[in-house]
């Protein structure tokens, strides 16, 4: 039975990630392969001048990652919160920022797989706090807060079943 629930939970997750835009599962793909160092991203999604520029700085912006994994707040309290939140909001702006990730659904997706399933709960706040920032146009801040559905923004609770489904890059095939 709990191989039929984790089986139907990577499809569900599988189908989630086919539901965003091509950008969105590029950039969650490149995403991945650097801030879990899968590979050498520069090899792989370098396509131009431009894009190595944006993996080294998106190596960069990365480099906190580490961190935010294991100071992730266990407690309700607030000691943890400013040094955590703080840290996770920079980060998610530099992701935003790049005007690939269109919405709080694929934010969740490649972020609870950068850091693991414990950050959800503050994935909501992390993310409006990015997209409400001055660095991200007024459209795209529209945009993005609007996608955070009320349910997500309340919720009572949050799994802390680790995701299942991490999408790798896929070579096109020679025709």
């Known amino acids: 039975m709990a191989v039929m629930n984790t089986a139907t939970l990577t499809i569900a997750e599988m189908r989630e990630f086919a539901g965003f835009t091509a950008a ?41 990652l580490k961190a935010l994994r294991h100071s992730v707040p266990q407690t309700s309290g607030f000691d943890a919160i400013e040094g955590f939140v703080g840290k996770l909001t920079r980060v998610a702006a530099f992701d935003l920022a790049q005007e690939r990730i269109e919405s709080f659904s694929a934010f969740r997706f490649l972020y609870e797989r950068l850091i693991s399933a414990e950050v959800r709960p503050w994935l909501p706040s992390a993310f409006c706090a990015a997209a409400a920032l001055p660095q991200i146009r007024p459209e795209r801040r529209k945009m993005l807060l609007q996608s955070l559905s009320e349910a997500a923004a309340t919720a009572p609770g949050w799994s802390d079943r680790a995701p299942s489904f991490y999408p790798e890059f896929i070579e096109s095939e020679a025709a």
């Open 24 to 64: 969105e599962q590029r950039y969650i793909r490149r995403s991945l392969d650097i801030g879990l160092s899968r590979c050498d991203a520069f090899r792989i999604w370098g396509r131009s001048a431009g894009e190595n520029a944006a993996i080294r700085s998106q190596y960069v912006a990365y480099q906190e």
